[in-house]
């Protein structure tokens, strides 16, 4: 069974800094990507960074310049570090693992609170 767990949100002032984890356990089989998810209340989740299949990144235009998606392979964890954060970053920030092609699969984390005030 895949299980994804994140950790590192919280509170942090308009300008600060936040790095969230997410640590992936069981097997994941085939091609698939990584990346994490938002959701603010009332709005629809929103796409904040991926790495596609051919190992690059992508990220939203709301967030180019200020996060950076990494994984460690060998600790199976995906990190997400956010700075000069936003008031507007404030949402439930969610890990995700979606397959490719014949992959037919989504696996999300419970996800995070990142709250930044202003």
């Known amino acids: 069974q895949v299980r994804l767990v994140e950790s590192g949100g919280g509170l942090v002032q308009a300008g600060g800094s936040l790095r969230l984890s997410c640590a992936v356990s069981?097997?994941?089989?085939?091609?698939?990507?990584m990346g994490w998810h938002r959701q603010a209340p009332g709005k629809q989740r929103e796409l904040v960074g991926v790495?596609?299949?051919?190992?690059?990144?992508n990220y939203a235009d709301s967030v180019k310049g200020r996060f950076t998606i990494s994984k460690d392979n060998a600790k199976n964890t995906v990190y997400l570090q956010m700075n000069s954060l936003k008031p507007e970053d404030t949402a439930v920030y969610y890990c995700?693992?979606?397959?490719?092609?014949?992959?037919?699969?989504?696996?999300w984390g419970q996800g995070t609170q990142v709250t930044v005030s202003s």
């Open positions: 995700n693992v979606h397959g490719l092609g014949v992959y037919n699969y989504d696996f």
């Open positions: 069981g097997s994941v089989f085939g091609k698939n990507v």
């Open positions: 790495f596609t299949s051919g190992g690059s990144s």
